[in-house]
């Protein structure tokens, strides 16, 4: 796809309207300097919210102190009510809280038991990874000296054992920088991408080269199921929901309900509500309604970037029907004047947030109200011990 670089005028009034610097020091008080030298809200800093564009208000911060009444999760060290311990339902991001030794549960012969009762895998033992609670996995190990390949934590591995398509360190590191970086449970498509096995022939362009949809042979949808335009079979309680569930729009296509706007990506379907990825216009694939996204000659519509120049977008510009359109980066929208980017408030998602959600520039950060504690970044549970509550 050809893009259109933003001229430098209208770089500068980007960066400004998103609080970016030209210098690392230009910081005013009561803010964060970014490693690229955006600028934050100093309140901002280790939130558990990426707000910086390269993620650096999130490193090297303290793990969270848990109260008497708390239980610390194993990574990322998020504070949890004990009561949620051994309780059936992982609370923990990491499933930390359901593998201690609960009551009624013992340690297996295949398992090795932590000082303070906790389960794990018997192969995790000394290799490097903390992984008791206690660290006790950990102690009095006897590692010994790598004589093929040295995995970033310490551990060794073979070197066949390298880009094999299997995770043989822990952290990954023996599947860094490889030429066929696809898993083993994974689908390489023909421009490299990977995707998941369960994606491919589901009627969905995940591959963005639709590698993953050739060859297929479709199933027919049964009684209790939607026939997408596509061929992709939906539940029937998905249709007239308001989302857009077949992709190409098809099941909300003649429905007595409002349009929603577009969210950031994607691309007003011209004559209706429909959205899809800006990856897909101009793609040789019809998406929208009508085939709205693609050339046309009887409407006299050309995919091209010819209105590029006139444009001048404030971010950059893709090839459309209409000779071009601007696009804007993740988080922002196209404002009314089709060129300018605006904030989008990502709080509008329907299911972003559990309880509390404040729209941030480019981004959002959830939160829950008195007596809740925030799990996995956006769901809330009752404190039903009574703790503080703990926002991270």
Same mark, same amino acid.
């Given at each position: 796809m050809d893009l259109k670089g933003p001229p430098l005028l209208c770089l500068l009034c980007f960066a400004v309207s998103q609080g970016i610097q030209l210098g690392r020091g230009d910081c005013g008080g009561g803010q964060f300097a970014c490693a690229n030298?955006?600028? *934050?809200?100093?309140?901002?800093?280790?939130? +558990?919210?990426?707000?910086?564009?390269?993620?650096?208000?999130?490193?090297?911060?303290?793990?969270? @102190?848990?109260?008497?009444l708390q239980f610390s999760c194993l990574t990322g060290g998020e504070c949890i009510s004990s009561d949620f311990v051994c309780d059936g339902q992982p609370d923990c991001g990491d499933g930390s809280d359901e593998q201690r030794a609960c009551e009624g549960r013992t340690c297996s012969a295949s398992q090795f038991t932590c000082l303070e009762g906790q389960c794990i895998p018997s192969r995790y033992r000394c290799d490097h990874v903390a992984d008791c609670l206690d660290i006790s996995d950990e102690n009095n190990c006897n590692?010994?000296?790598c004589t093929e390949k040295t995995c970033a934590n310490g551990a060794c591995y073979?070197?066949?054992?390298?880009?094999?398509g299997l995770l043989d360190c822990r952290d990954g590191s023996d599947e860094l920088n490889c030429t066929a970086h696809c898993l083993l449970h994974q689908f390489q498509c023909t421009n490299g991408n990977c995707v998941p096995l369960a994606l491919v022939c589901d009627h969905w362009n995940d591959c963005e080269?639709?590698?993953?949809? #050739?060859?297929?042979?479709? #199933?027919? =949808?049964? %009684?209790? /199921?939607?026939?997408?335009a596509s061929g992709r079979c939906i539940p029937q309680h998905w249709v007239c929901d308001q989302f857009n569930d077949c992709g190409d729009?098809?099941? /909300?296509?003649?429905?007595?309900?409002?349009?929603?706007?577009?969210?950031? +990506?994607?691309? +007003? =379907?011209?004559?209706?509500?429909?959205?899809?990825?800006?990856?897909?216009?101009?793609? +040789?694939?019809?998406?929208?309604?009508? %085939?709205?996204? /693609?050339?046309?000659?009887?409407?006299?519509?050309?995919?091209?970037?010819?209105?590029?120049?006139?444009?001048s977008c404030e971010y950059r510009c893709h090839s459309s029907p209409q000779g071009g359109a601007c696009y804007c980066p993740d988080g922002f929208i196209v404002a009314n004047d089709?060129? @300018?980017?605006?904030?989008?408030?990502?709080?509008? *998602?329907?299911? *972003?947030?559990?309880?509390?959600?404040?729209?941030?520039?480019?981004?959002?950060?959830?939160?829950?109200?008195?007596?809740?504690?925030?799990e996995q970044g956006r769901l809330c549970r009752a404190n039903v011990s009574g703790a503080e509550k703990f926002h991270f």
């Open positions: 030298g955006q600028c *934050i809200d100093l309140a901002w800093r280790c939130d +558990g919210t990426k707000d910086c564009t390269d993620d650096s208000d999130e490193l090297n911060c303290p793990l969270p @102190s848990c109260s008497p590692y010994p000296q073979n070197t066949s054992q390298h880009c094999n080269d639709n590698s993953d949809e #050739q060859g297929c042979v479709y #199933q027919s =949808c049964s %009684g209790s /199921e939607f026939s997408c729009y098809s099941d /909300e296509k003649g429905c007595d309900s409002n349009s929603r706007d577009c969210y950031p +990506g994607e691309w +007003g =379907c011209p004559g209706s509500s429909a959205c899809v990825t800006v990856s897909k216009v101009c793609d +040789g694939a019809p998406d929208c309604p009508w %085939g709205a996204d /693609e050339a046309n000659v009887t409407a006299h519509q050309t995919c091209s970037v010819d209105r590029c120049a006139a444009l089709s060129r @300018s980017c605006v904030d989008f408030d990502d709080c509008t *998602i329907w299911g *972003i947030c559990d309880q509390v959600c404040e729209d941030r520039p480019g981004t959002h950060h959830c939160s829950c109200v008195d007596g809740y504690l925030l």
